[in-house]
């Protein structure tokens, strides 16, 4: 499975983006689709997630504020984030789980919040 992420960049404080990811190779067998994000000098973490089922888990931190959704070959999976703070400035990665537990990951695109 290949992964291709964009759509990072600089937002202000209260602004908007909205990152994209899309898939390639052997999709078949993925479970779980969504993104993380790691912060400088804080360990990666899961941001927002669906699973095949279409159930959807997102970090107390971006709930309300963050969507996560994809198409129905799940060739695509996107996250608009509203309501931005200097707390969500992050490496944000786009992340495929097999139902093996195998782990795939998109090359990561930076977010900064700041005025």
């Known amino acids: 499975v290949q992964l291709q992420a964009s759509g990072g960049g600089l937002a202000q404080p209260g602004g908007s983006l909205r990152l994209s990811c899309a898939a390639s190779g052997n999709i078949y067998s993925i479970n779980v689709v969504g993104w993380y994000r790691q912060a400088p000098g804080k360990q990666r973490e899961l941001v927002a997630a669906?699973?095949?089922?279409?159930?959807?888990n997102y970090d107390d931190s971006v709930k309300g504020r963050f969507t996560v959704s994809t198409n129905n070959a799940r060739t695509t999976v996107d996250l608009q984030m509203n309501s931005l703070t200097p707390e969500d400035t992050a490496v944000y990665y786009c992340?495929?789980?097999?139902?093996?537990?195998?782990?795939?990951w998109g090359q990561g695109t930076l977010v900064t919040v700041s005025s």
């Open positions: 669906i699973t095949s089922s279409g159930w959807r």
């Open positions: 992340n495929y789980r097999q139902y093996s537990g195998n782990m795939y």
